[in-house]
């Protein structure tokens, strides 16, 4: 069973709920459980769990680079290219390799076969185990725009196969593609909101991609319930999306997050309230424990 | 005219709470263009009541199309699409419409000329008056690629309207992360106010969009949102402020009046003795200097 932890809005809570569920899976009931940080721009839920890395892996796309003894300055390799990633002068190609999505169109396009590719790094992933789980995340490398080829290539290499294994996606804030790139092929999507006009309005927007768009089973977790006000409440009832726990606001939390700690051993009267989110996917997915 | 972006890398951490009041401070005594930069998740006219007067629509890029009639099913087109996006059914061929990029590699390499590129309406973008000035923002449809795209669109009508109307501050309130829409947030820049949360991810996250907006040549400020929360990871903030020779700008502690603001749509700034839109104010009085 796949799971993504998905919000609209970043800071909901993502990877407090993420981090939560698979460490009270993996402690306590024993799973088998595999926790993925998709949010290869700004990953966090390694300082929470301090996995051990056995594996890294660069992950490059192939760029363009010009033979200028073959090149005859066709303009063919620009003409051709949808991002704007070379310009052709009189006498010299420029490439821009940040802008660059790794296609191959200049290359199989120039006629003078004057193209070949060189990898770009755009960052690394890597997998080990952190306590009783499986850990993966992927890097983002400061400076590159292209987020979406690092989370496609982390969820190939370490989603197990096994339908059996609880496979947790944390995934990045937005609606974009870098979310979608996360959220498909997983059989639920946990939607992590707070309870104001902000979580309200981007949730909206995340029920719209998961449940509208890519069909997928949804349910709300509503965090630091108790503050602001009951419009994510009435819209969940309204549009029939199920709340599967209102996590309350205590400041304690936000103090055991904030250093580091993992929120369900420092606060373990929790732990139930997860195993309950949990339970209830399950049942919304139809897996057997 | 000034351009001012708004970051933090980590998502929540109070960007859009923080714009809205420093708008609210600086409407009344300069001349103010607002644009929200966060396209798939745009919070600002939450706070800023804002009226559309014009919407546009924003082609973000091309989506291949197969003609069935005209396949003869040689499968060239999948072989060459690097990012999965033609799905064979018992040799029938389709686009994934969510999986394309639009390079177009597969239109040129068809030899039947099954292939067509159309356009693909991915969003909308917007020009509203507001009673702090002039707001453009957009609304990426769900599930869209090229956000960065659609943030360049929000900034370059943002900056003609600011240069027309003689603006003295273009206020930028910037997407999370450091990938492609917030390196479209940051680039041309004056300045960017990089909003922190004193926590561990928050630290990690600063350093990160701290990096990028160095990587791109803009000059960054930090100021400290719930600062209390966590007093030891603030002067952990502190630390690396001066280590990196970043201003510290202020510090604002958490204060229930930033959500009784927000639900009643307004920026915290309404609430003026509220120990956040104190905090704000300073910030204001600090950036009103770098704008002189």
Known sequence: ?289 | MKELVVLSGKGGTGKTSVVGAIADLAATERRLVLADADVDAANLEIIVSPEVIETHQFVGGNVAQIDPDLCTGCGLCAETCRFEAILEDGGLYSVDQVGCEGCAACFYVCPAGAIQMEERVSGEWYRSESPLGPLFHARLSPGQENSGKLVIQVKMSARAAAGRAKADLLLVDGPPGIGCPAIAATGGANLALLVAEPSVSGVHDLERILATTRHFGVPAAVCVNKADINPTRTAEIERMCRSEEVPLLAQIPFDRAVVETLVRREPVTRRPDSPAAMAIKGLWRELRQWLE
């Not at chain 1, 569920?21 to 306590?28: G, H, K, M, Q």
């Not at chain 1, 004057?114 to 992933?125: D, F, M, N, V, Y």
């Not at chain 1, 590159?144 to 969820?155: F, G, S, W």
């Not at chain 1, 369900?264 to 399950?282: F, H, K, M, N, T």
Request: hydrophobic share 45%; with cysteine.
């Open chain 1, 1 to 289: 069973m796949i799971v993504t932890v998905a919000s609209g809005k970043g800071g909901t809570g993502k990877t407090l709920v993420a981090t939560g569920l698979a460490a009270v899976l993996a402690r306590e009931e024993g799973a088998d459980v595999h926790l993925v940080d998709c949010d290869v721009e700004e990953p966090n839920a390694h300082l929470f769990l301090e996995p051990r890395f056995d594996h890294s892996e660069e992950v490059t796309i192939p760029v363009p680079r010009v033979d200028l003894d073959l090149c005859d300055f066709c303009g063919r390799c620009a003409k051709v290219c949808a991002f704007h990633a070379l310009a052709v002068l009189p006498d010299r190609v420029m490439i821009f390799p940040e802008m660059c999505h790794g296609c191959g169109s200049c290359t199989l396009q120039c006629p003078q076969g004057a193209i070949s590719e060189e990898p770009k790094t755009l960052g690394r992933i890597e997998w080990g185990r952190a306590g009783g789980l499986s850990f993966a995340q992927g890097v983002l490398e400061v400076g590159q725009a292209l987020a979406t080829p690092l989370i496609r290539r982390l969820k190939a290499r370490v989603i197990p196969d096994d339908p059996g294994a609880t496979v947790i996606l944390d995934a990045p804030p937005g609606n974009a593609c870098s979310a979608v790139e996360t959220v498909k092929g997983s059989h639920f999507a946990l939607l992590v909101t707070e309870p104001t006009p902000f979580g309200l309005h981007d949730l909206k927007l995340a029920v719209e991609l998961a449940r509208d768009a890519l069909g997928l089973p949804v349910g709300v977790v509503i965090n630091r319930d108790g503050l602001g006000d009951a419009g994510v409440e009435d819209y969940c009832a309204a549009v029939g999306v199920p709340v599967l726990a209102r996590l309350p606001y205590d400041r304690r939390i936000a103090e055991a997050y904030s250093d580091g700690r993992l929120w369900v051993e420092a606060l373990p009267e929790y732990q139930g309230l997860v195993l309950d989110i949990a339970r209830s996917i399950r049942e919304r997915v139809g897996v057997k424990p």
